[in-house]
């Protein structure tokens, strides 16, 4: 099996370390990831100007360009024949509204776009903690291997929500959910010439049973099947 690793921290970033390590000996992993940090970038790829893609090592590339440009070139020109393309770790959810804003969901959103099957994982924090990447490894690997032994539709992706604080190598819970359509409780802040913007995640308004709730109430991974073009309607059935 050939997957493709990314995500929108950087190939420098742990999670990605993290994520490499989650797949056994016989994966054959090719890294196409941001050069630098592309957190907050959503969809956007480069259509007007050259991409530079420098490979670093055996099957290691990274990329001058968006996370959706990294899914673009690995599935167009680098790793065309994968069979997987995961984004992430990222270090922090990526829930409800996130998705519209979120790069490491929009390189699994474009995998699914050209016809790969692709998941997005994330590591929510809470508040006050800091996470032990060697104890998310462990658990991403698990629902990693569970998801990747199912069937998913054309055009649609897995996004992954790992809850926070982890308790170390023991069961997880999983919950299969929609996801939270509440927007985020935010304000701007002005000084003399410049608005601020002031938030939290970690009190955002959420409804029972979707993908905010279930994190970070109800301490699952929270796991939504997202459809590509439709993802505030997350179906929480798998398939």
């Given at each position: 099996m050939k997957i493709i690793l990314t995500n929108d921290d950087g190939i420098d970033a742990p999670g990605l370390e993290t994520l490499e390590n989650c797949f056994q000996d016989g994966v054959q992993i090719v890294i196409v990831a941001p050069a630098q940090p592309q957190s907050g970038a959503a969809h956007q790829v480069t259509t007007r100007s050259p991409i530079r893609v420098n490979q670093i090592g055996p099957n290691r590339f990274n990329v001058e360009g968006t996370p959706a440009d990294c899914s673009r070139l690995a599935l167009k020109r680098i790793a065309p024949d994968a069979h997987w393309l995961v984004s992430g770790i990222n270090a922090g959810a990526n829930l409800g509204s996130d998705v519209y804003n979120s790069g490491t969901v929009a390189a699994a959103r474009e995998a699914a776009i050209l016809g790969c099957r692709s998941i997005a994982v994330s590591q929510y924090i809470a508040k006050g903690h800091q996470v032990n990447?060697?104890?998310?490894?462990?658990?991403?690997?698990?629902?990693?291997?569970?998801?990747?032994?199912?069937?998913?539709?054309?055009?649609?992706?897995?996004?992954?929500?790992?809850?926070?604080?982890?308790?170390?190598?023991?069961?997880?819970?999983?919950?299969?959910?929609?996801?939270?359509?509440?927007?985020h409780k935010f304000e701007f802040k002005k000084n003399e010439i410049e608005y601020i913007y002031e938030?939290?995640?970690?009190?955002?308004?959420?409804?029972?049973?979707?993908d905010v709730?279930?994190?970070?109430?109800?301490?699952?991974?929270?796991?939504?099947?997202?459809a590509v073009g439709t993802p505030n309607q997350g179906n929480p059935l798998p398939l």
């Open positions: 990447w060697a104890i998310t490894g462990y658990h991403a690997a698990v629902v990693l291997k569970m998801l990747m032994e199912r069937d998913i539709a054309a055009s649609h992706f897995w996004n992954v929500n790992l809850p926070h604080p982890l308790a170390n190598h023991s069961e997880l819970p999983v919950g299969f959910c929609g996801l939270d359509t509440n927007p938030g939290s995640i970690h009190e955002r308004p959420r409804e029972p049973g979707t709730a279930v994190c970070f109430d109800e301490g699952k991974v929270s796991i939504t099947r997202i």
